[in-house]
């Protein structure tokens, strides 16, 4: 297929006084930040089914714009999108992509002919990404659109869909370890309950976890070495989504003994769904060392569902950035846009301006998530307020030397201790955040 768009050349970066609205402001792929270049920190991802696919249907209306690409049976779609989507990263400077199966090649008639097709489309992609060094980041299967999966896939009440769903997903690996790929991810569609009054959650649960398991070692028998992910979300498209955030996807894997196989692929909007911060859901699978990848969106103040607004959240953003340079920053996971333009922005060219605004927000947020490691105020401010446990008592309780009743001996000897207590300085610390970022 010739080139898409025609009107767009490759987006330069032309720094932060360029008025460009089609030009990177602080994404400089090649620029060295903290020993590593910005693509290789960053290692921004498209997502194929918002990019290639989503046309902007919604709950109250048809699509507003036209993802087929110039295609009109459903091979030819899938072919043109391949084409487009290599275009788009090639303009973007974005070095991976992400897919569901079905965002790639649609289901035909049998799972077999679905098979079929789909492997014409990885091929495809096979030679795109050796003509163009550009690698998948991570695959996943679509199981949750199809009506066979409406009461979950793993966790159908139904023995034969969750068969249909494991013939589905040991095909969605085989493609992506075809492609090269080091990450596969499991998000829970429909894997969770509308009532308890008809659900057995136990045996649910139980049947998920067998599902990743026989994952797992299949992937692994026929050399798979990547990386398998959990996403957690706590609602949408159920009212309660099992994976409902990492601690509680953290409790699931030791229990069915899946934590060595598994990381967290952290989803910022799925984040504040759950009440809690994008960081927090990063510091949580930090400190327990699966920390893996992440879909960078955000939701809106306002809105109580996934909106997966393209990122422009400066703060967020930097905060996200600081977690992922202390995790050592990324390994086989990336930054992937589970984003879409919204739907009033419907002109072929806003994916280009929403990219750029989310590449940048992100690439800003590196920028001043460096600079606030070296400024090094806010981490001497963490390390000083726990400055107790690395002499005397608290070097002894940590090293397990003291038992309660020494406890007890030590309190009683040593008396009241408010005046050993410090402030939090929360005011003072934000006050230093905004310096550093906006230190103009
Ligand atoms: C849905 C969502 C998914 C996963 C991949 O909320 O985030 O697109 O990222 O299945
Ligand atoms: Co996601």
Redesign the pocket.
Known sequence: MSEFFKEIGKIQYEGKSSTNPLAFKYYNPDEVINGKTMREQLKFALSW?HTMGGDGTDMFGCGTTDKRWGGTTPEEIAKNKVDVAFEIMDKLSIDYYCF?DRDLSPEYSSLAETNEKLDIVVDMLKQKQSETGKKLLWG?AKCFDHPRYMHGAGTSPNADVFAYAAAQIKKAVESTIALGGQGY?F?G?REGYETLLNTNMGLELDNMARLMKMTVDYARSIGYTGDFYI?P?PK?PTKHQYDFDTATVLGFLRKYNLIDDFKM?I?AN?ATLAQHTFQHELRTARINGVFGSI?ANQGDMLLGW?TDQFPTNIYDATLCMYEVLKAGGFTNGGLNF?SKARRGSFEPEDIFHSYIAGMDTFALGLRIATKMIEDGRLDQFVADRYSSWNTGIGKDIIDGKVTMADLEKYALEKGEVVSAVKSGRQEMLESIMNNIMFNL
């Open positions: 089914w569901h996943t991810v998000w569609g996403e979300k949408e692929n989803e799925h879909d996934d589970d």
